[in-house]
Nanobody
Framework: VQLQASGGGLVQAGGSLRLSCTVS????????MAWYRQTPQNQRDMVAQ???????NYADSVKGRFTISRDNAKNTVYLQMNSLQSEDTGLYYC???????????????WGQGTEVTVSS
């Protein structure tokens, strides 16, 4: 199983970006998919999460501005980020909770970080 994230970049405050993360491989099913942001203290804080039934949870700081969605056919999760603020700057990671249909275990896989920089 591999995760490939993309979509970061430099944007002015008030602008928008869309992050994507695609899961490749075989013999698995996906539970939840999420985006995290790394803090200056090197912690990863959850930004948004979406589970199998399509319900989503958001960090308070992004509610009303960010939207998480998933395309199950493509094993891809998206994060649409609107009205970006300088506080949104950071390294964003996708995380996918995967159940192996071969090993019968569940673990979380992380994509490589994608940098988002919002200039004020």
């Amino acid at each position: 199983v591999q995760l490939q994230a993309s979509g970061g970049g430099l944007v002015q405050a008030g602008g928008s970006l869309r992050l994507s993360c695609t899961v490749s491989g075989s013999g698995f099913s996906i539970n939840y998919m999420a985006w995290y942001r790394q803090t200056p203290q090197n912690q990863r804080d959850m930004v948004a999460q979406i589970i199998n039934d399509g319900s989503a949870n958001y960090a308070d700081s992004v509610k009303g501005r960010f939207t998480i969605s998933r395309d199950n056919a493509k094993n891809t999760v998206y994060l649409q980020m609107n009205s970006l603020q300088s506080e949104d700057t950071g390294l964003y990671y996708c995380a996918v909770d995967i159940r192996s249909l071969i090993l019968y275990n569940t673990r979380t896989y992380w994509g490589q970080g994608t940098e988002v920089t919002v200039s004020s």
